[in-house]
């Protein structure tokens, strides 16, 4: 069996890579030594059988990246750090406006397809490549299954929900990390026997990776200490697309590190923003004087989970940040009108505050004082649903 994963933007890479590991566990295994390539009728000897997943396989699993995501600090060091192999193909399609990304992605996957004629392609998340490549492939007669199917947040104004939502309509396999996914697509017509409750990919990924990122060098480099800082990250267009909106972001980021340290990985969209705005002039802020706010480069996968399992409080609108701060049990303040991902709220530590700056601040303000939200971790976020996927999928 020929199976293509795709990865194309950030939070792809650590989705992927459990699941890469989890097939070469699977082949290790069940012993797989020699390997018979499509079209051709030799068995070929498997040498060492925990080398490259292309080398490594009875299911021959390959990883496609689109490129979407192409910068040194939001691919490669993800790449590094989740000893992930390098692509087995890299489509370099790069940044544009939705279509123009997504129309290249589906021109150059379709390619692969054709030469590769794989049996299964995975996609993860809800990025445009996760539409892109499950389009692509489910029109030459090629089986889908989506990992992480299922999130809703109702705004269909999110390129983010278009994607998932059309993207859980033609799949074939869905693979639901929480609750909420299997009742939304009940609602939406999905046949029971195609959705498979296992838990949460990106969190196999957090706990196999925790021991590293307790031996990170990232809180001493930057001088936090444990517990007494702030993490940010904002990217969503929601809220950084209007320069106005960051200049009041950085403006509430500047007040509140007069509490706390706060650190701010930048993503480049994010950045393009800050960087169009005079902030010495407009805002009568000075960043580079304010040693309590950092504001720095998109940071990697270990150093991350460091900031992340070491903060006092986060304040995200990432979908992702909210899982992991949940499971690491740290406050979580998400900057948005609603979350795919409820059950972080209802059973975890993520507040979800709305976008409006006065309640931010208040909210952080009021976790900074010690009101803290208790939360429990969501059932199978047990470090083995990547597992469970690679079971089901060869069953
Ligand atoms: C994408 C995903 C979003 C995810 C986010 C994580 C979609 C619709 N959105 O948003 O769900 O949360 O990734 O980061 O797929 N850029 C660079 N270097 C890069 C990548 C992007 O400079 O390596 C800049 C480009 O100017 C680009 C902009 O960032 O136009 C936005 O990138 P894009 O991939 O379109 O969407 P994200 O905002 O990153």
């Not at 070929?44 to 009875?58: D, F």
């Not at 021109?107 to 996609?123: A, G, H, R, S, Y």
């Not at 740290?330 to 059950?343: A, G, H, L, S, Y």
């Amino acid at each position: 069996m020929k199976i293509i994963s795709v990865v194309g933007a950030r939070p792809n890479f650590m989705k992927v890579a459990p699941i890469h590991k989890a097939f070469i566990k699977f082949n290790i295994e069940h012993q797989v030594t020699s390997i018979q390539y499509p079209g051709s009728s030799t068995q070929h000897p498997v040498p060492s059988l925990v080398r490259r997943s292309n080398s490594a396989v009875g299911i021959q699993h390959l990883i496609c990246h689109t490129g979407q995501h192409y910068d040194e600090k939001m691919s490669k060091v993800f790449f590094e750090d989740l000893e992930l192999p390098k692509p087995d193909f890299y489509l370099g399609v790069g940044s544009g406006s939705h279509a123009e990304q997504t129309a290249k992605v589906m021109i150059e996957f379709e390619k692969i397809l054709l030469n590769e004629k794989p049996n299964l392609i995975i996609v993860v998340g809800d990025v445009n490549s996760t539409i892109a490549c499950s389009l692509t492939a489910v029109k030459l007669g090629i089986k889908v299954a989506h990992v992480e199917a299922g999130l809703r947040s109702g705004e269909r104004k999110m390129p983010e929900e278009i994607n998932r939502i059309l993207t859980d309509s033609i799949s074939d396999f869905l693979f639901v990390t929480e609750k909420s996914g299997l009742e939304n697509l009940k609602r939406e017509g999905v046949p029971d026997s195609n959705v498979f409750f296992v838990g949460n990919v990106m969190i196999d990924s957090l706990i196999h990776y925790l021991p590293k990122a307790d031996k990170s060098n990232i809180l001493y480099n930057f001088q936090l200490e444990t517990c007494n800082y702030c993490l940010v990250t904002l990217h969503r267009p929601s809220n950084v697309d209007s320069p106005e909106n960051v200049k009041k972001i950085l403006a509430l980021l500047n007040e509140l590190s007069q509490k706390r340290k706060i650190i701010f990985p930048v993503h480049p969209r994010t950045l393009s923003v800050i960087n169009d705005l005079n902030l010495t002039n407009n805002l009568n802020l000075n960043l580079n004087l304010n040693l309590n706010l950092i504001l720095t480069d998109p940071i990697g996968y270990i150093d991350f989970l460091a900031l992340t399992k070491n903060a006092e409080l986060v304040i995200t609108d990432s979908g992702g940040i909210q899982e992991e701060s949940t499971y690491l049990g740290v406050q979580c303040i998400t900057v948005r009108d609603n979350t795919e991902r409820p059950v972080t709220v209802v059973e975890g530590t993520n507040q979800l505050i709305g976008t409006d700056l006065e309640k931010v601040k208040e909210a952080a303000l009021k976790v900074l004082n010690g009101e803290n939200k208790t939360g429990s971790i969501p059932e199978l976020w047990d470090g083995h649903a990547a597992e469970r996927i690679v079971k089901l999928l060869i069953n």
